[in-house]
């Protein structure tokens, strides 16, 4: 819950314009277009709050290694490490 309310924040904190949408621009610096476009699932260009979720929880339980349901500081270091990101 804790960390689907910090996704729920920070959606909204990049939604400046109150879009109710995300778009490339919105993600500068956080995702490369590439990854923009993988998460984009309907490929409008609109990042919706549930795109956004179902990305970020997919990265969540990559980063749960031990699928406890929480994540430790080495679990984040090791998938950033991982990943790239």
Known sequence: AEF???VVDAFYFRDAGRKGY?????LQGTAAPEVFRA??????GKLTLNEYLNALFRDFAAADVDQTGALTMEE????????GK
């Open 39 to 44: 998460i984009n699932r309907k490929g409008d």
């Open 76 to 83: 984040i270091e090791a998938y950033m490490k991982r990943s």
């Open 4 to 6: 689907q309310n910090w």
């Open 22 to 26: 995300l778009v490339q621009a919105d």
